[in-house]
């Protein structure tokens, strides 16, 4: 089974002072702005691609961890992740890092089969096997009781 997603964008104007729109075909959100300055130094209520693939990141993550729990015997019932990129200019512009920070509610889970769990889920996870090789990423997660 193959599915595709599509977004679309425009821009109009220079890199540094012009701006542009990106939305998803879905139409799940609206529309978003976004511009070089959102990139660099301040969102001022627009996003940036980074932005977006941190989100697409988060949300990929915690579906794939919440399946490696599950497939090991552990249902969550709750995961909450947050992915931070890390878009830097010098020697070109590149996305060099994303974070990611896990907190779960996992019933009868050990914390080192919760760690194991979570760093398999980076593997899993399709999309950081997009950013694999071209990214550093790192996982931090803690389990709540």
């Known amino acids: 089974m193959a599915a595709e997603s599509t977004a679309n964008a425009v821009w109009e ?55 490696t729990l599950a497939e090991g015997g552990h249902t969550p019932e709750h995961v909450a992740v947050s992915a931070t990129a890390t878009f830097e200019t010098e020697g070109g512009p590149r996305i060099t890092t994303m974070a990611l920070t896990v907190r779960g509610r996992v019933p009868g889970i050990e914390d080192s089969a ?29 389990l709540e009781s």
């Open 13 to 67: 104007g220079d890199l540094a002072h012009g701006g542009g729109r990106v939305a998803p075909a879905s139409g799940a959100f609206d529309e978003q702005e976004v511009t070089w300055a959102s990139r660099t130094s301040r969102s001022a209520g627009k996003t940036s691609p980074e932005e977006l693939i941190a989100a697409a990141h988060a949300a990929c993550y915690a579906m794939a961890f919440s399946h």
């Open 114 to 142: 919760f760690q194991e769990a979570a760093n398999a889920a980076k593997d899993g996870c399709p999309v950081s096997g997009a950013l694999k090789g071209n990214v550093d990423i790192t996982v931090d997660a803690t």
